[in-house]
């Protein structure tokens, strides 16, 4: 009975090691498509911040085209998440952009037009 009772803090310890384990896989795992999202808007912004730096403003339809195909890998990993709706994601990301003050929103010749930010 003593040399069962030695063994009990390993199956104990054992126990604790594999409920951590399977705690931070399930988080892990409820938060993978709320990241795949950051991911994805977040490489959006970086392309169109990109685009109008080389030009002077561009309206919401050249920036749509610029992210129609736009698709997004975490690191490490085989998932792959894209943009299947353009219009819903750049109505989406620019409103973003605009309260994020990265971009500006102004009115020309009857369009709305974007614009970089000065720094």
């Known amino acids: ?6 063994y009990l803090p390993y199956v104990l310890m054992f126990t604790a090691a594999t409920m951590i384990i399977y705690g931070w896989g399930l988080v ?3 938060r993978t498509a709320k990241d795949d999202t950051k991911l994805l808007y977040s490489k959006g912004a970086a392309k ?11 309206t919401r339809f ?13 690191a490490f990993s085989r998932r792959t998440i894209a943009v299947t709706n353009p219009d819903e994601f750049i109505d989406l990301l620019l409103p973003y952009m605009v309260t994020q003050k990265e971009i500006t929103e ?6 709305n037009v974007y614009r970089l930010n000065k720094k």
């Open 62 to 74: 050249e920036l749509r085209e610029l992210i129609k195909n736009l698709k997004a890998t975490p």
């Open 106 to 111: 102004i009115r020309e010749n009857g369009k």
């Open 1 to 6: 009975m003593k040399e069962i009772l030695s």
């Open 28 to 30: 892990r795992s409820q």
């Open 48 to 58: 169109i911040k990109k685009a109008l730096r080389q030009s002077e403003g561009m």
